[in-house]
């Protein structure tokens, strides 16, 4: 077995405020990447919510002078090591995997509308995140730019999506909502967020300045491939012709037994917009949620859907399946 480092810290983007706009914008991360055999065991891993496994806290990054990247966003209201499973599997293959906590929708910090909101500010936060790490902390100057890879799960997806350059409009999604029967509110993580709308528009000057950049162009010309697992509804914001246009490498990845993120909805319709893009199912009874990490701990009530299978699935099984498709995909691309 590989050894896995894992360490987290927090970088700060001057180019945006904080939501509450007190400050620069936070870009909190997590890092799973190689260690080398011949360093000391470092400690075990942090007490999380998700069970991370057998992975150490700050151990040094293996010899290898430079090292394959994969960049990692989380779901709605998540956070990196809800797919630290995939993670792990990542790097044992070599690869550094950098995770943000996409501020105001990360379960690290409270939530706020803004973040729930404003889905294309998360392509910003992993393009910031990718240009310091590269350049200073733990990883300087070990990150092979050239090979570069973006994997998303659910608003996640999404986010890999923006970064290969597919633009947003809000317009296109909310006339998409009002024909589909598709609930406008919110969420389930933030139930009505919608209605914010309208009182960030007149009170927050951080708000409207990101609200105007939904349909800016946030393609990383260092993305080599984009993999988006069960992406949701809110790519079907995508403007088409961006869509057609993305020549990057994608692959799409769905359970289809999915009904937070109908494959028939969502995927379908983007592979109907650029039949390029690859599509590739989980399994016929795989759920929203089966794509997510076991908890570490005893888990309440109210989040215990996180956890719950459809009959016959073995989350371990699936897990696998996915862990061997993503890499499939990083190889030919």
């Known amino acids: 077995m590989e050894r896995i480092g894992y360490q987290n810290g927090l970088e700060l983007d001057l180019d945006r405020l904080s939501w509450d706009g007190a400050a620069a914008r936070p870009l909190a991360w997590s890092a799973w990447y190689p260690v080398s055999d ?10 999380q919510f998700f069970d991370l496994e057998d992975v150490e ?12 990247v994969v960049l990692l966003s989380h779901g709605t209201g998540g956070s990196p090591e809800s797919m630290g499973w995939l993670a792990r599997q990542m ?9 943000a906590c996409h501020h105001g929708n990360t379960g690290r910090e409270p939530y706020c509308a803004e973040g729930f909101l404003c889905w294309w500010e998360r392509a910003l936060d992993m393009s910031a995140l990718l240009s310091k790490l590269s350049t200073h902390g733990p990883f300087s100057s070990r990150l092979n730019l050239e090979c570069v890879h973006a994997i998303g799960f ?4 999404y986010t890999a999506l923006a970064l290969a350059g597919a633009q947003t409009s809000v317009e296109q999604y909310l006339e998409w909502v009002s024909q589909s029967g598709v609930s406008i509110n919110g969420p ?22 990101a609200w105007s950049r939904q349909d800016d162009d946030f393609t990383d010309k260092r993305i080599r491939s984009v993999i988006a697992i069960a992406p949701p509804p809110p790519v079907r914001g995508f403007l088409p012709n961006s869509l057609k246009s993305i020549d990057t490498s994608v692959t799409l990845i769905t359970g289809e037994a999915d009904f937070e993120a109908p494959s028939t909805e969502c995927a379908d319709w983007l592979v109907a917009i650029n039949p390029e893009f690859e599509h590739l199912s989980a399994g016929e009874s795989v759920g929203h949620y089966t794509f997510l990490g076991f908890p570490a701990g005893n888990v309440s009530d109210e989040l ?8 016959g699935v073995d989350r371990k099984d699936v897990h696998k399946k996915v862990g061997k498709l993503v890499l499939q995909q990083l190889c030919e691309a």
């Open 38 to 47: 011949d360093y000391p065991e470092y400690p075990p891993s942090l007490e």
């Open 57 to 68: 806290v700050n151990a040094p990054l293996a010899d290898d002078p430079i090292f394959p």
């Open 91 to 99: 790097a044992q293959q070599g690869y550094v995997v950098i995770g």
């Open 154 to 157: 659910s608003l996640g997806g």
């Open 188 to 209: 389930r993580e933030f139930p009505n967020v919608v209605s914010n709308i309208k009182q960030l528009q007149e009170s927050s000057s951080t708000f409207r300045k």
């Open 304 to 311: 215990r859907h996180i956890f719950s299978d459809n009959p």
